[in-house]
């Protein structure tokens, strides 16, 4: 119960409280799990979207880790144990998880430009649509980064 009243506060102290449409997604192996995810959202006009959940494998992916200027490219049998973030036609800033075969955990920041991320087997992906809702990117000084931006 704390937690469902936690979560109606939020929401409300947001000031943007719109309706929400689900999309379920699949990707086939040898799918490039972000230009397929790009192409859905782009063929749709999505204007906001969270990803709710992802589960699926693979084989290579490039992940910027924290701090770090730089992309890393791993190889290899991944399962995706987390994907989320925001994501617009305007822009997204997302986030994966992924453990090796023996289960070591390895995450950072999913590059959406230029990333051979390689489906194995599968990526079944939730999308919660925001009806009414724009997710725009606007430069923060703070760090040089495009943040996201609610209209």
Same mark, same amino acid.
């Given at each position: 119960?704390?937690?469902?009243?936690? *979560?109606?506060?939020?929401? =409300?102290? +947001?000031n %943007? #409280? &719109?309706?929400v449409?689900?999309?379920? /997604?699949?990707?086939?192996?040898?799918?490039?799990?972000?230009?397929?995810?790009?192409?859905? *959202?782009?063929?749709?006009? =999505?204007k +906001?979207? %969270? #990803? &709710?959940?992802?589960?699926?494998?693979? /084989?290579?992916c490039?992940?910027?880790?924290?701090?770090?200027?730089?992309?890393?490219?791993?190889?290899?049998?991944?399962? =995706?144990?987390?994907?989320?973030?925001?994501?617009?036609?305007?822009?997204?800033?997302?986030?994966?998880?992924?453990?090796?075969?023996?289960?070591?955990?390895?995450?950072?920041?999913?590059?959406f430009?230029?990333?051979?991320?390689?489906?194995y087997?599968?990526?079944?992906?939730?999308?919660?649509?925001?009806i009414?809702?724009?997710?725009?990117?606007?430069?923060?000084?703070?760090?040089?980064?495009?943040?996201?931006?609610?209209?």
């Amino acid at each position: 119960m704390i937690i469902l009243i936690s *979560i109606f506060f939020a929401i =409300i102290s +947001a000031n %943007s #409280i &719109s309706q929400v449409r689900s999309h379920t /997604l699949r990707f086939r192996p040898n799918q490039n799990i972000v230009k397929e995810l790009q192409q859905y *959202i782009e063929t749709n006009q =999505i204007k +906001a979207a %969270s #990803i &709710s959940t992802c589960v699926g494998s693979l /084989l290579k992916c490039s992940i910027r880790f924290a701090n770090q200027p730089e992309f890393t490219e791993i190889n290899g049998h991944f399962e =995706i144990v987390s994907l989320v973030g925001t994501i617009s036609v305007y822009g997204q800033h997302i986030h994966i998880s992924l453990s090796d075969t023996e289960g070591k955990m390895i995450g950072g920041h999913l590059p959406f430009y230029d990333n051979e991320c390689i489906i194995y087997t599968t990526a079944e992906i939730v999308l919660l649509e925001h009806i009414e809702t724009i997710y725009a990117r606007k430069l923060d000084p703070t760090y040089g980064y495009y943040e996201l931006y609610i209209i």
